[in-house]
């Protein structure tokens, strides 16, 4: 398992595998995979972010969150889209994965149907939740971070120009994503609005 999609030296092999669908007759560094995971991703960005927002090609709802993440891991890895068995450092228990998660997708329709917040706080709410529910072996972050993207962008708004590998270390918005996600935790979603409504 992967659990980070840093690009490292060409020559760095990975040790678990575990789930690749790429060609077995090699072995893979981490750049190599994360390029693989970084064109499996570009096919989604083109599909939802791309598309017209009179054209609602996402409907959020619990099975469509969940092939979402099909869609953009599943020419790379056998669990991509497959609710997680075991525990993360981060998330959920993975007996409440099904549950929460059609919580969240009951939850847009709510807000959308109500009008219940605008559309970055709506855009975050469902990026909160998502980190919270954490439903997949890997690839949760980026996951997490399209989903308000597509939601903007079918509500009129340009989505978040969010950087490929916005958890590295030398990442400088790193702190200020994490200090943003914390915030959410405890009902304060300013700091996170805020990122939504910039590029960056």
Known sequence: MIHSTKPIDDATPLDDISGLKLPSDKVYTLKE???????????????????????????????????????????????????????????????????????????????????????????????HKAVQIHPFQNGNGRWSRMLPNIYLRQHGSMPVKWQEDLLAKENLKKDEYIKALKATDSGDYTILIEMHKQTF
Not at 42 to 55: C, D, E, G, M
Not at 94 to 120: C, G, N, R, V
């Open 33 to 127: 995979i994360y390029v693989a995971e970084a064109n499996n991703i570009a096919l989604a960005t083109l599909k939802y972010l791309s598309a017209p927002p009179s054209k609602k090609v996402a409907p959020f709802t619990y099975e469509w969150l969940q092939e979402l993440h099909y869609e953009m891991f599943g020419n790379v890895w056998e669990w991509a889209g497959k609710f997680r068995q075991v525990e993360l450092s981060i998330g959920i228990k993975a007996y409440q994965i099904a549950s929460a998660l059609k919580e969240l997708a009951d939850d847009i329709a709510f807000w959308d149907e109500h009008k219940t917040f605008d559309i970055y706080e709506t855009a975050v709410r469902i990026h």
